[in-house]
């Protein structure tokens, strides 16, 4: 946090602090100047009085300087005032072992040794017993107060340093000698001033943080409330025992209590008798282990009116971890309920729509099914024209009935059967299938259609394959609708039917079926296993179909646990691909 400058602080304590800190530092800096210019004046103010002792000035002048940093946030600001501290702290500590041992270390001499000519100007004198201490108690504050650590102790602290100086102080302007000629060594007068302003400075510091800290505490604790009363969520406050201590507008919008019908009350008040008594058992069992609850509750208005919410209740403890109250936040979910309720009825309607439509294709594929094989039949009948009253016109048109009864014959077949994986009637006949000897077989079933056309039908199988377990209908099934939908939009080129295999166990994972067809738009091959859709509608003219061949395969693909995929460029071809899984579904 960047350093505030004194003239933007809005705290009084601040200003006072930094204050005393700049006077402490003025005394002492006025007395060094004293002792380097050799003007008794600035160190002792009147002739008759001590002088400050020059070690004494430096530490004073690093004290205040620490005061008034120490008003100012921020991590280096606080590593500064720590750092002048300790070394007061460390001289004074010096001085006192000497007045203690009565030794001379010279710690008068540390910091500033006076220049022979000015020794007789000013009397040379050392750090008096009960200045050392006072600035071993002034360093000691600050530190405390920089580290935001015992904080009770730097006020003490920074009271003894204001008495002691107050006290020393009061004996030079009352001439009384008996106040302030406590020892060998005297305080000077100067040195009793700076100690009341470092004294008044450290209280005023400490208390102004304390003062500071509650303030934007309560600032904090206010704009929490505000938001809470504010949230559009309703938020519920309670004991232990679960008595509500506090509610925001919130809740009362929500249940119709206001806050002061709500207070001293139970959330017993909201119970709609939709939960047994287990289920509360539950709930408070687990708030109760200091575990939060998370869950729907139907709950009752004050108006009667019944309404589903979503609460959260989360324990609150104490230091000791003891659970002392319970927050609960609550968002009324009842449109939402009502809305998945409409559409799970929707959903089971769609369902029943569906299963009617497929036990409707299935009874009347089978309806239709028998005269229209009672058409072909009689067609191929008429075709063998064993009377040979039929002319060859006539005989094209029989041959045209054949031809499209058989062609609608298909369709209602692959109806049949769609209808038959949709009522989930079909069964699956696992065995060991070689693929060695199914696609040759499939293949070789299309070489009437490939007559005349200039098509080729291609296969490539590896050397060695294992055996798939698998139906081996439905797969040949599969097999026959994607060959025969890559022949049909194929006008030249090839078709090829490859079959690719793990390395290391040789058992096949994949059968590709790639034409050098039309292509399909990007943005419609998911389209195209949709049932009754073409890639594109203009299609179903030009290339006859109803649009099952590929709904067919991939819901007997689905069944058996395989997934089919496409790849396809417009103009280049298509590519589509049965994926087998490593294990049978």
Not at 134 to 162: H, I, Q
Not at 201 to 221: C, F, K, N, W, Y
Not at 326 to 352: N, V
Not at 372 to 394: C, E, M, Q, T, W
Request: charged letters at 20%.
């Amino acid at each position: 946090m960047a350093m505030k400058p004194f003239w933007y602080s809005t705290d009084w304590s601040e200003h006072a602090a930094h204050l005393c800190g700049a006077a402490t530092a003025s005394v002492g800096a006025l007395a060094l100047a004293g002792w380097v210019t050799g003007l008794r004046e600035l160190a002792a103010i009147n002739d008759t009085w001590v002088p400050m002792a020059p070690n004494t000035a430096v530490a004073l002048l690093l004290l205040g300087t620490a005061l008034a940093l120490a008003q100012h946030e921020g991590r280096h600001t606080g590593a500064i005032v720590k750092l002048l501290s300790a070394v007061v702290g460390v001289v004074a500590l010096v001085r006192l072992g000497e007045v203690v041992t009565g030794a001379d270390w010279g710690v008068d001499r540390w910091i500033f040794q006076a220049p022979a000519e000015y020794i007789r100007k000013i009397p040379v004198g050392k750090t008096a017993f009960v200045t050392a201490l006072s600035l071993l108690y002034a360093s000691s504050a600050l530190f405390l107060t920089a580290a935001n650590r015992w904080r009770l102790l730097a006020e003490v602290l920074g009271m003894v340093v204001g008495f002691i100086g107050l006290v020393f102080f009061m004996g030079y302007l009352y001439r009384a000698p008996l106040l302030y000629e406590t020892s060998a060594i005297p305080m000077a007068i100067t040195t009793a001033a700076a100690f009341c302003f470092l004294g008044a400075g450290t209280l005023i510091s400490v208390a102004g943080r304390d003062l500071s800290a509650r303030t934007r505490a309560a600032q904090q604790l206010r704009l929490q409330s505000a938001a809470l009363e504010a949230t559009a969520v309703a938020i519920l406050i309670t004991d232990r025992r679960g008595v509500i201590i506090w509610c925001n507008p919130a809740f009362s919008q929500l249940t119709g209590y206001s806050a002061a019908e709500a207070m001293g009350q139970t959330p017993r008040i909201l119970k709609s008798g939709k939960h047994d008594v287990a289920f509360y058992r539950h709930l408070w069992k687990r708030i109760l282990a200091g575990r939060i609850w998370h869950g729907e509750i139907v709950n009752k208005r004050k108006d009667g009116s019944l309404y589903t919410q979503e609460i959260t209740i989360t324990p609150v403890c104490d230091a000791r971890g003891e659970i002392t109250h319970f927050i609960s936040i609550e968002q009324d979910i009842t449109r939402r309920k009502h809305a998945e309720e409409e559409l799970r009825r929707a959903k089971e309607a769609a369902e029943a729509a569906n299963r009617a439509k497929s036990l409707f294709l299935a009874s009347m594929s089978h309806e239709l099914r028998t005269p229209l094989n009672s058409v072909i039949g009689f067609a191929n009948v008429l075709l063998k024209n064993r009377s040979g009253k039929l002319d060859p016109a006539d005989l094209g048109f029989v041959e045209r009935i054949a031809a499209n009864g058989k062609h609608l014959l298909g369709m209602i077949s692959q109806v049949l059967d769609l209808s038959d994986v949709e009522t989930h009637k079909l069964q699956l006949q696992i065995s060991p299938v070689a693929l060695e000897r199914l696609i040759p077989e499939i293949v070789a079933g299309f070489a009437f259609e490939l007559h005349d056309r200039p098509i080729r039908l291609l296969t490539e199988l590896p050397g060695r394959m294992e055996p798939l377990e698998t139906d081996a209908g439905r797969l040949k099934h599969v097999l026959v609708n994607l060959i025969g939908n890559a022949l049909k939009f194929t006008e030249r080129g090839s078709v090829t039917v490859r079959v690719a295999v793990d390395e290391q166990s040789r058992r096949p994972v994949r059968i590709d079926v790639t034409d050098t067809g039309i292509g399909i738009p990007a943005d419609q091959q998911a389209a195209v296993f949709d049932a009754f859709q073409q890639a594109d509608a203009g299609m179903t003219r030009k290339y006859d179909g109803a649009g099952l061949g590929l709904t067919l395969a991939k819901a007997l693909c689905d069944l058996m646990g395989y997934r089919i995929e496409v790849r396809s460029e417009v103009g280049k071809g298509s590519t589509f691909s049965v994926v087998l899984p490593a294990r049978q579904a």
